[in-house]
Structures are given as structure tokens and as C-alpha cells.
């Protein structure tokens, strides 16, 4: 059964705090990207990684940075948690060879307080 | 990559068909149609894609119009399990394929005993 597992479901952090976010997928996939969701706004993509070192900016990439340093785990960082960065997020990934299915983790809902 | 407008909300009999549309007038020859649904607290799940014909799988079907500007999502029996947002895409599968998903609104599918 493919997967994808996302480090907490939960999180509360402070102000100012540096967060990170973990994602690992253990389908070989060469792309991976970091949504958030909102209420009202949906699914927005932060970032995205087509390989191993490798990023682009997605939608709304300001106040992350991300870090691909293997191919199964992608991680999200948030340099210094405000409190306009709560939300619901969600990563995902997907082969590179033309892949139809973009497979989701059940996502880590962030309270920054 | 095209715009799609759906139906913000629709409601469903448990055991009846759901038809949820799908409006991407601007869809280019390259772009295909993706569903994916969101079951409340979890990730996207995909349901099924097509470029113009009809589609089906153990999930559902997919009806897209001769012109290609519409598309229908079927649910032949919709369960209680169904109610989830819907989400229609197009999504360009060309060499530039990053398997990037650009998410709208969506329709949220109530099903109803």
C-alpha cells in the first residue's frame, strides 16, 4: 500500500519559533510539494521539488524554504512562525514518468500562537 | 493551465447517482481532466482522469463533452462515505509535466440518507 506519512497531525508553536515540517513517501516518486489549505481559499501550493536538491516556488512561497536532501523525504521550514501561518498542510508526490496519481499525506494542522 | 468552475455545493439521495459538473471552457488539446475528492480532516484523494473519451473505473465515470469544454463526475450509487469536496483540474501532461495541481474551490457533495 503506497505511502505517504507526514511527521505530526498536530502542532502547536510560537511565535517567532523556527518549525519544521516532515514528509516521506515510500513510492520512489521524483516530485513532491507542500500545500496549504485554508478555509475559503483551498488547497495552495508552497513549494515543490522535481528531484533530489532540487525546488521551485509555488504559489505563495514567502515565509518557507524547503529541503530535499533524498528523494523519499521532503521537508517544509518555517524560519520564523507567525501567526498568519496557521493552517492545514498537506504534502504530496508523484512520479515523474508522466504520472497520473497525485498521492496525499493525511496533513499536519499547525496552530502558531 | 485552464480554469474550471464547478458548483459550490450539491446534495445527494444515499443510493442515487451524483453528477457533479465541471465547466473548463479555456481547456487547450494537451490538457487532460482530473477528479480528485477531499473527505473532511484527510488528504486528496484521486478518482479518475481523461483527455476526451469517456472514462470509468471502481469509483466512478467520467463524461466529457465532444467539445471538451465540460466535463460530468458519476457517482452510480453514492454512499454515506461519498460526502467529501470534489475537485475538478486540467492539467497539461507535456514536457514540462511537473504533476503540479492547481486546486479551485471545489463542490462539496453532500450525501443524505
Known amino acids: 500500500d503506497v505511502k505517504v506519512t507526514q511527521s505530526s497531525r498536530y502542532l502547536v508553536k510560537r511565535t517567532g519559533e523556527k518549525v519544521f515540517l516532515e514528509c516521506v513517501q515510500d513510492?520512489?516518486?521524483?516530485?513532491m510539494f507542500w500545500y496549504r489549505q485554508d478555509p475559503g481559499l483551498g488547497l495552495r501550493l508552497i513549494y515543490f521539488s522535481y528531484d533530489v536538491k532540487m525546488k521551485e516556488k509555488g504559489d505563495i512561497p514567502e515565509g518557507y524554504s524547503v529541503s530535499r536532501e533524498k528523494k523519499e523525504r521532503f521537508s517544509l521550514i518555517l524560519e520564523s512562525a507567525s501567526t498568519n501561518q496557521t493552517s492545514m498542510y498537506l504534502c504530496?508526490?508523484?512520479?515523474?514518468?508522466?504520472?497520473?496519481?497525485?498521492?496525499f499525506g493525511p496533513g499536519t494542522r499547525l496552530t502558531v500562537t | 493551465d485552464a480554469k474550471t468552475t464547478q458548483p459550490p455545493s450539491m446534495d445527494c439521495a444515499e443510493g442515487r447517482a451524483a453528477n457533479l459538473p465541471c465547466n473548463h471552457s479555456t481547456i487547450s488539446g494537451n490538457e487532460y481532466v482530473y477528479w480528485y475528492r477531499q473527505i473532511h480532516s484527510q488528504g486528496p484523494q484521486y478518482i479518475i482522469h481523461g483527455l476526451k473519451n469517456n472514462e470509468t473505473n471502481e469509483m466512478a465515470s467520467l463524461i466529457i463533452t465532444e467539445d471538451r469544454k465540460s466535463s460530468t463526475l458519476i457517482l452510480p450509487h453514492a454512499t454515506l462515505r461519498d460526502t467529501a469536496v470534489y475537485y475538478c483540474i486540467v492539467r497539461d501532461l507535456g514536457s514540462s509535466n511537473t504533476g503540479k495541481l492547481i486546486f479551485g474551490q471545489g463542490t462539496t457533495l453532500q450525501v443524505k440518507p
Open positions: 513510492m520512489d516518486h521524483e516530485n
Open positions: 504530496a508526490s508523484i512520479t515523474g514518468q508522466g504520472g497520473n496519481e497525485q498521492y
